[in-house]
DNA sequence: AACGTTGTCTTCAACGTTGTAAAGAGTTCG
DNA sequence: CGAACTCTTTACAACGTTGAAGACAACGTT
């Protein structure tokens, strides 16, 4: 049996008002109640129950974070950093897989879960700017990824131009020419993927060089397998690359296992550059290059936009926010070379 | 605003009860009302606000599942198919990360979080048996290993000790005589470290190998780093090893890149064998020969227990339950050599 | 001495839901 | 034809909590 305010109340002899008044820091107690309750409290091993109060509070005090897929390391991490942010403004988060499902998004920005949240935070893959806009009456939204869906959410997202540009333009500074792309998805015209191929070919651009568009491939998933076809796709043209910019880190380990399975080394005859940074990149062999991005500053960022929504003066701030977070090219082995 | 029964039940023209009654198919409805209820609920979007609900009943809706950290892929797929698990049984699922600290390992099985819950499921590493006593008074406890701690808790298991025997038993059947073990952990004599131990010594002894302990390196953390460092260590040896069975596959992935840094060729001068069967490993250069525990399976069984402990007959299974989930031996690159 | 002020504590109602019990409307039966 | 039954719906209270407002005492002010 739970202890609830009642017993409390019972063993400092106060109403359980009094208890609630304690609880809340309310002022005007006198010292000498404040301490009785405080011992009774103790005595009794009390602690609120949130749910309740959470119910006559008239909020929830849940959050969702919907990412497409747990096993992916980038959202495993990025899950326990919003966790941590999260619990510092007292919110619980509820983690949902979308699987990269269109209808299982659609249930997250309209609030369709189980439970009531206060807000979601959502990394979107395959809702449309059409869906956004039904979406409007329910819970605040943060979405992470760049703003190019209009709607009434805001945004929390690094500069995926600038970042791959600038990844690119490292290959390029190591004196690499025919540069391949890995994660091109020509189906859409907006989402990731599409920000980082403009971001490769500014960089192709600005040095000079031609755009091949047989060294951009496509895939379907962004997952080590993928990268693993895709790389043997590449190895196998008349004039293969001598670098690759993989769209995540991910496709970048499943390509660099297919080249190291033919036996072509890496960086000497291929680098590899992937985005993400995830633990499994900077520890594989080779190790990674690849832009960090910086995931706390995310976390948090995501986290303090769904709370000021939330809070008193929502209604101030009507106008979506962006906010941009940093990330630094991390150059390992894979483009620099092994260090015996 | 969210709709509330009541909304429904002006809108029906009926009491509130009544489209309770509906909700929770309360048999003596006619079908005329019925109907018409389930239009308004239709018409009104009307979702039931379980903290309300799970408030009267005296339940909470909430598992918590506790896991070292997000960012150990193995942890990350078990989290997603306990999340998929409970959903089936009208649970959320609370994550949460001990970071291997024995006071947050604590906190769990005591229920001390924020929020109240129904049951817990841990993967434990640091705690200790007088621990387990301590949080009899609390929710039902599941923990996800083996029972060599005695307590009121059920578990989920593999057979660790079959399993990394089985394992070991596959690197001496390639030949290999000189067989080291990365991730003994000798302060601890409960635990998962000194299971899989002690299936590594019952291969070598049934396979009349001498036991050497310069071959059995510790670690202090399940990471990739100590991985590595470990593999350095075995490699300075006088006497090198011809194989390494690793205590689990990010230990493996970290010794495998410590290896092919050196110059050292897997699986020709050292076959790797590792355990838990993550993704990366799979995907890897080269690919990981390891234990694939049947984590769906585990996953179930831990929800499924905590369900049973919940429910009305509770008191009929008083005596903590063991359930012992199957493993496979997935034989890749890394001891059976590369496909070209 | 009557009054307002201030501080301290309590009563009441409500958040949204469901279990219990009772009320109302037929039906069946002795 | 009243009693006993069945079916259907409703009123009420309660889960644990907190905001609003009230009760009461002690105090200072005119």
Redesign the pocket.
Known sequence: ?????????ERA?????????V??D?????????ARVQRAIEETG????????N????RTGFIILAVPELENPYFAELTGLVITAARRREWTVLVEQTLGSRELEQAVITSMGPQRIDAAILSPLAIEPEDLLQASSSAPLVLLGERDIAGPADHVMIDNVAASRTAVEHLIGLGRRRIALIGDEPGKATGTSSLRTAGYRQALAAAGLPYDPALVVPVKHYERSRGAAAMAHLLQLPEPPDAVFCCNDLLAVGAMHAALKRGVAIPDRIAVAGFDDIAEGAHGYPSLTTIAPDKAAIAEAAVSLAHQRTGPGRATSAEPQDVQTPFTLKIRESTAGLSR
């Not at 049996?1 to 109340?9: E, F, H, N, Q, S």
């Not at 119910?55 to 008239?58: A, D, N, P």
């Open positions: 049996m739970p202890v609830t305010l009642k017993d409390v109340a002899s106060v109403s359980i008002k009094t208890v609630s008044n609880i809340n309310y002022p005007f107690v006198t010292a000498e109640t404040r009390y602690r609120p129950n949130v749910g309740a109060r119910l006559r509070r008239g």
